[in-house]
């Protein structure tokens, strides 16, 4: 399935779109950031790495094997630029199973911006993509993604200890879920009750 049709997805207050080799200025101003890195096992981007990530992002809109990864740019309606970014990556076609994602710049940070955006990409998944079960990922000390998780309703299915290095420090991390058949309770946790295309 090309996804680049069903695009964009709006909320009452967001748009989902894909991101264009345009956004990297954008892109580049949080994830060049410790902060925003602290907890993606990664370093921060560097100017070029954010102008890679824009074009790849941009031509990938495909969602048909093991590891096909989906990133949507998120941007308020009313105003130009990118406030951050939701993520679906395909982890088994067989068993259709999804891990999601989350990034918000700081500047944006506090104003429901991310539950808003993974409640709309959490349905896509479920109800377009026809995804089973959907994850996340994250470090137990990861306590903004810890919120997502729990205001999507999502269920906190495991806790692996010091299971990942990150640097000099052992890293353990939760694995939250929830089920298709779980949609209506997403969508009653949901921030707005309008996410929807
Ligand atoms: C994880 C991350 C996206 C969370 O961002 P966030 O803005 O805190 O999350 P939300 O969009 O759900 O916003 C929730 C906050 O907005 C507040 N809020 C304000 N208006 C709101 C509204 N209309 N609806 C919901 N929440 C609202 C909530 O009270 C909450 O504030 P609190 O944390 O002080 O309780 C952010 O910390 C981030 O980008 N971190 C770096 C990257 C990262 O670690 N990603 C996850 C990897 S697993």
């Not at 950031?33 to 370093?43: D, K, T």
């Not at 590891?67 to 993520?87: F, H, I, Q, S, Y």
């Not at 052992?170 to 298709?180: K, R």
Request: aromatic share 8%.
């Amino acid at each position: 399935m090309d996804i680049a049709s069903l695009l964009p997805m709006t909320t009452s207050r967001l748009s989902l779109r894909l991101f264009t080799p345009g956004d990297a200025d954008d892109l580049y101003a949080y994830q060049s950031l410790p902060s925003v890195a602290r907890y993606l096992y990664r370093p921060p981007h560097t100017r070029e790495r954010s102008e890679e990530v824009a074009a790849e992002r941009a031509a990938h809109t495909t969602w048909c094997t093991d590891g096909d990864k989906v990133a949507l740019a998120v941007c308020r309606r009313d105003e130009p630029g990118v406030l951050g970014e939701v993520t679906l990556t395909l982890a088994d076609t067989r068993a259709a199973q999804a891990e999601i994602g989350w990034t918000i710049d700081p500047r944006h940070q506090g104003h429901g911006y991310a539950t808003e955006a993974a409640a709309a990409l959490a349905a896509f998944a479920f109800d377009t993509l026809k995804v089973h079960r959907l994850y996340a990922r994250l470090d137990v000390e990861n306590t903004g993604s810890v919120g997502v998780c729990e205001r999507l309703g999502m269920r906190r299915e495991a806790h692996l200890v010091e299971n990942d290095l990150d640097g000099d420090r052992w890293g353990s991390e939760y694995i939250y879920a929830a089920l298709a058949a779980d949609l209506l309770a997403i969508r009653a946790g949901r921030s707005d009750p309008a996410v929807g295309r």
